[in-house]
């Protein structure tokens, strides 16, 4: 290729829309948007942004018509420039993440899907290895989207120190991350959490980072940092498969060590120098195949054993009733006071302080019995279901929550029902 100037030179028109507009910058001229994979349609953006810096002519971009203002060279290209939003929002989002939990229908029963709403305290800063940029420090971006962004290598490395810095065990370590082939004759192992990467939304900037000299205290070098500034929020998205039913076992542990991600860590490179700091701002969970709390009650209801005394009522009714559905004809025998206070549901002690002689217990069971059939119901009480209903309906979002202690507590609190369903 020849020299940036020659390179500019099929992008005149190009060139022109973009001093006019500096929102052009990010993206393509119209004949290299759509299937191209050229180096020229690689590099166009920072090819353009390296010579408008280095012949200083940003400086006469105009804006708003004949209205022109300084734009301070490469820091002013960058600085306040919104990043993630409009209709590139949408396309990532649809595109990229598990927003509906029906796409999670061909995975176990048990597997949990988590999203983290997050906001940056602190400016975030993910280095790209972009060629032909006016700075070394590039923002990372999605090669497809142009969004900011940090990726899931790098959300699982963090969150990796996260679970060990928060007292996760090393078995369940492995089981979670996944385990490296150690050796020729070693395999590797994938682990039960998968991740997406952490979109940003909100405005970019530069920082500047200027070395000091010991002696004197003077800076030395500035360094600048492409960075996105304090404010702009972004979705951590957590996929855990249930496989032997570990997830019970590991979501509780897997959302502490999140926590202590956010309180103790960074999102970020340079989390040392205090970047990537972020706080909570809302959570939301999704459980294949988590019953309702209502049938979930019924479920542990139907597994419950059955009150002895209904059973006995029951044995004592079949005797007392003839094919026919018809109270059969008194006998001493089949109406015997054992039989006769289990029909009525009695203890000894309520039966033996109500009835005085064998006449009244009778006539009691009589009574029962017509009013029943009177109602059109059965005198005998009906036998418990043998399962519960499988439930049906499933939630966008099982539970969402702005609170993170609220979230937290109502996490650990459904992963330990999780175990009762899943059995």
Not at 80 to 108: H, Q, S
Not at 154 to 181: C, I, N, P, T, V
Request: aromatic share 8%; glycine share 8%.
């Amino acid at each position: 290729m020849g020299t940036p100037l020659e390179f500019l030179a099929a992008f005149e028109d190009w060139e022109e829309a973009c001093r006019r507009d500096q929102k052009r910058m990010d993206t393509l001229p119209g004949d290299l948007r759509t299937g191209s994979s050229t180096f020229e349609s690689r590099t166009a953006h920072a090819e353009l942004l390296k010579v408008l810096t280095a012949y200083d002519e940003v400086g006469n971009i105009a804006k708003d018509g004949d209205e022109r203002a300084s734009t301070g060279g490469f820091p002013g290209l960058v600085a306040g420039r919104e990043c993630g939003t409009g209709d590139d929002l949408k396309a990532w989002k649809d595109w990229l993440f598990p927003t509906t939990p029906e796409n999670m229908r061909l995975l176990p029963d048990g597997s949990c899907l988590l999203e983290v709403g997050v906001t940056l305290q602190s400016p975030f800063f993910s280095r790209d290895d972009r060629p032909f940029y006016p700075t070394d420090n590039v923002l990372r971006r999605h090669h497809v989207f142009h969004t900011p962004c940090l990726s899931a290598a790098g959300l699982k490395g963090l969150l990796h120190w996260a679970w060990r810095m928060s007292g996760g065990s090393e078995e369940d370590e492995a089981l979670l991350f996944g385990e490296a082939a150690d050796g020729d004759d070693a395999l590797s192992r994938q682990g039960l959490l998968y991740l997406w990467p952490v979109f940003w939304q909100g405005r970019t900037d530069v920082e500047v980072i200027n070395p000091q000299n010991r002696t004197s205290g003077a800076g030395t070098k500035p360094i600048k940092y492409e960075v996105v500034k304090a404010g702009g929020t972004g979705s951590l998205f957590l996929l855990l498969l249930n496989r032997e039913n570990a997830a019970p076992r590991l979501m509780g542990p897997l959302v502490e060590a999140l926590l202590h991600l956010l309180d103790h860590g960074g999102l970020s490179a340079k989390s040392s120098a205090g970047w990537g700091q972020a706080v909570f701002t809302v959570g939301r969970l999704y459980m294949k195949g988590a019953p309702k709390q209502e049938e979930l009650k019924a479920a542990q209801a139907a597994r419950a054993p059955e009150d002895s005394k209904v059973v006995a009522a029951r044995e004592a009714w079949k005797e007392l009733v003839d094919e026919k559905g018809n109270l059969r004809p008194y006998s001493e025998q089949l109406y015997s006071k054992s039989r006769c206070m289990a029909a009525l549901e009695l203890t000894k002690i309520k039966f033996n302080n109500k009835f005085k002689n064998r006449e009244a217990f009778v006539e009691a069971v009589r009574q029962k019995f017509e009013e029943r059939k009177k109602a059109g119901e059965s005198p005998a009480p009906a036998p418990a279901p043998a399962s519960a209903p499988a439930p049906e309906e499933k939630v966008k979002w099982q539970y969402e929550s702005s609170l993170r202690n609220n979230f937290e507590n109502e996490v650990k609190k459904r992963v330990k029902e999780m175990g009762a369903w899943l059995k």
